[in-house]
């Protein structure tokens, strides 16, 4: 059978201070998403930051794209002031990140987004984000549990007609939550397929062009029902 090549958007990170190289810059990406796309069948691959003729090159090479979770994306991408709650963003990982987004649109590749991931496809549609979840309700759930960071920590309802409800024959999921930001206002073409009790979009998908599904959760830390995800994305990224 064919493999899917499955670039992943990395992160940045100052290399910690028991590295053989402390005061280098890193680009790395977590265990979990290639775990899970190596089980779905796929190759993954992680891209760095490059020009965009290198970055069309890059993309044009995979069957499709994922982005992953992350550090908070700056404020300026979506033209507002630094709240006290936003945590530190690195806007050289948003712009790479932004911009991979858009050569993969330009290209007709299937893209996933997971958590910092579900946020950059609605910036990068011109949506907006709450920078706490504390912003949105008053009554908040707990949405930065840690303590439960690979098991359920709380239900979304899953709206009907959506990718995700033909994934999960369910209505009510069982998500993680490691977030601490959420979608504000969807973007351009972004169709809400997922959402909280206290009102936090959990899932979004683009109702135009290539695949695009985006979840808030983890389901790369989560056991095997969230398989169905990888699994549709390579499909999608196969066909
Ligand atoms: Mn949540």
Not at 29 to 34: A, D, K, S
Not at 93 to 102: A, C, E, S, W
Not at 135 to 142: F, G, H, N, V, W
Request: a negative charge; glycine letters at 8%.
């Amino acid at each position: 059978m064919n493999k899917p090549v499955i670039g992943l958007g990395g992160v940045l990170e100052k290399a910690p201070p028991s590295s053989a190289f402390p005061t280098f810059r890193r680009l790395f990406t977590n265990e979990g998403y290639l775990a899970k796309l190596q089980k779905a069948g796929a190759l993954p691959i992680l891209l760095p930051i490059a020009s965009q003729a290198d970055l069309e090159c890059m993309v044009g090479l995979c069957d499709g794209i994922l982005l992953p979770g992350g550090p908070d994306i700056d404020p300026s991408f979506y033209n507002q002031e630094r709240h006290e709650l936003c945590g530190p963003s690195d806007p050289d990982v948003d712009r790479y990140q932004i911009q991979l987004f858009h050569t993969a649109r330009k290209l007709n590749k299937p893209i996933l987004g997971i958590c910092r991931g579900a946020q950059l496809i609605n910036v990068a549609q011109g949506g907006t984000l709450f920078q706490d979840y504390r912003l949105q309700s008053e009554t908040p759930i707990l949405h930065p549990d840690y303590e439960r960071w690979d098991s359920v920590s709380h239900q979304v309802e899953v709206i009907p007609h959506t990718i995700l409800s033909e994934l999960f024959s369910t209505g009510c999921l069982g998500v993680n939550s490691l977030h601490h930001q959420s979608i504000a206002k969807p973007g351009a073409d972004c169709k809400v397929t997922a959402v909280s009790s206290d009102g936090s979009i959990e899932a979004i998908e683009l109702s135009s062009g290539a695949w695009c599904t985006a979840v808030q959760w983890h389901p790369e830390a989560m056991g095997s029902g969230m398989d169905c995800l990888f699994e549709a994305f390579i499909r999608k990224a196969l066909s």
